[in-house]
């Protein structure tokens, strides 16, 4: 695990989480704070985070254990699937509601962070809706939802759309109408990820605008739901070196302070998240961050002081299960990972027609890749004896490489270095093979400045670390970014293929 955004001297340094934890939503509870993310196509889906003061967070759990409609996610779909969730407290349960931009509006909710929580329940079919975020208001009983378009399911962007929303949030009660207008805003446009709120008398609707990499962070405020609504910027990169400062969440301590947490996007490293503080100006509007641009170090939240934390990344694999850091490409299958009683993860080696294809197949166990220069470590052994088997440790984006063992037709084991560009079509090899004489290998990928990655292995004959291959550059897809990933393959034919057995994992300081 690598730590670095609490400072240790009541400071912390932004961003809090320096991995793609895309689209945050955060709220708190008692004296608990939580936060989802966008988890896209992978599963298990809606990331579950827990904080006490806002800038140490770990990752305690999944809301979604498999995507819906399930038929079709069996395969890779991974720029698909959970856009943009909303993460509220309501009546004694948590709230999650999301959209799916090819289905429509779903959510789900539990009594407790931690589960059980419902099946998906959809609430509004339709292509292109993404970006749902729903408000109870507490002294009339009215509930209200509020969504963005995605332009190419709909056809239609830049709009977000406002709902009367039966209290159990089963359902619309309305045919909704446009509150937000972005086209009829000079120089706005791109208008999504909208959070609703009430304060001071007033609805708020916080959402950015401009796009991801270059956009802003606007306040919108209206005395009625369904508006007229008025704008303003109320967070933009200014001098700062924080890029589009853009989708997040507004958050109240139990001190009375005011926060404000959303992602900047990092190309391979995704969309990582910063932490801003955030006040009420005198007229009435939000200041987020210092005067309405990003901090880079601040005071700490006036909270308890931690301990200092991250999400998990080292596994040890007791019993062949993996922490809850991992996800796979696509809705899991039985006996892709089988427990077992040793330390270590037991990849069975499934047998697909795509295996040249990493980016195809939805048995790669995957983790997000570090916003930071580090070091990841595996050990593997490859136990099948099928010919073509290979497994291995991977870089996994538009374009992807990795380093493993694969079996010979003569029945040998050998050291594999393999990559594909975003335009490839299939992998090439990016080294000689060379034979792992006892069928095992220590694997290690240094990350770089710039996501830039350099492969090595260790054959255990006391020779060390051996570079393989040139550098290679990790490129994120088109939302989600570079995925490290572990995997074990066979080639199509009949019959239990054997496995592989990784152990020990680490990300650590270079």
């Not at 003569?410 to 270095?417: A, C, E, F, K, Y």
């Not at 939302?479 to 680490?506: C, D, I, K, M, S």
Request: hydrophobic share 35%.
């Amino acid at each position: 695990m690598i730590t670095g955004a609490d400072l240790g001297d009541g400071t912390y340094r932004n961003p809090v989480l320096n991995a793609d934890w895309s689209d945050p939503d955060v709220v708190r509870v008692d004296d608990d704070f939580y936060l989802t993310a966008s988890s896209f196509g992978r599963a298990p889906g809606l990331p579950l985070l827990h904080s006490r003061d806002l800038v140490n967070w770990t990752l305690v759990g999944h809301a979604l254990e498999r995507l819906q409609p399930a038929g079709e996610f069996t395969v890779p779909r991974h720029d698909c699937g959970v856009w943009a969730p909303s993460l509220r407290y309501h009546d004694d349960r948590f709230w999650i509601f999301w959209g799916d931009p090819d289905h429509g509006i779903f959510q789900v909710n539990s009594p407790a962070i931690r589960g059980p929580w419902t099946s998906p329940h959809l609430v509004k079919e339709g292509k292109g809706l993404i970006d749902a975020c729903p408000l109870w208001d507490e002294e009339t009983g009215e509930a209200y939802l509020v969504h963005a378009w995605a332009k190419s399911r709909s056809g239609v962007k830049n709009r977000l759309t406002g709902h009367r929303m039966h209290p159990e949030g089963t359902g619309l009660l309305d045919e909704g109408k446009v509150i937000v207008d972005g086209d009829r805003i000079p120089g706005w446009f791109t208008i999504e990820g909208p959070k609703l709120y009430q304060h001071d008398g007033w609805f708020w609707i916080l959402a950015p605008a401009g796009g991801v990499e270059t956009g802003w962070q606007g306040a919108f405020r209206s005395r009625d739901f369904f508006g007229p609504y008025e704008e303003r910027i109320v967070l933009e990169q200014g001098d700062t070196d924080v890029n589009g400062p853009h989708q997040g969440g507004w958050v109240r301590t139990s001190a009375g302070e005011d926060w404000f947490l959303h992602f900047q996007q990092r190309g391979p490293y995704g969309r990582v998240v910063h932490l801003q503080p955030m006040s009420w100006g005198g007229d009435g509007w939000p200041v987020v961050g210092d005067a309405g641009t990003p901090v880079a170090v601040h005071r700490k939240p006036d909270l308890p002081v931690q301990t200092p934390a991250a999400p998990a990344t080292d596994d040890d694999f007791p019993g062949g299960r993996f922490g809850r850091q991992w996800q796979w490409t696509a809705n899991p299958r039985d006996g892709w990972a089988p427990q077992h009683s040793g330390d270590g993860l037991r990849l069975s080696c499934v047998r697909s027609a795509d295996a040249h294809d990493l980016r195809k197949l939805p048995n790669i166990l995957t983790q997000r890749l570090p916003g930071v220069e580090c070091v990841v470590e595996v050990e593997l052994r490859l136990d099948s004896e099928e010919p073509g088997a290979r497994a291995g440790l991977a870089v996994l984006g538009d374009s992807f490489g990795w380093v493993g063992l694969e079996r010979a037709d003569d029945g040998t084991v050998r050291l594999v270095h393999r990559f594909a560009e975003s335009v490839a079509q299939r992998e090439r090899d990016a080294d000689h093979p060379r034979v792992a004489p006892e069928g095992r290998v220590r694997l290690r990928i240094a990350i770089g400045a710039g996501a830039r990655c350099r492969f090595a292995y260790d054959l255990g004959a006391g020779g060390g670390w051996e570079s393989s291959g040139p550098v290679f550059a990790a490129t994120p897809w088109r939302w989600v970014g570079a995925l490290l990933g572990l995997f074990a393959l066979a080639p199509v034919g009949g019959g239990h293929a054997g496995a592989a057995t990784f152990t020990q994992f680490r990300v650590v300081s270079p």
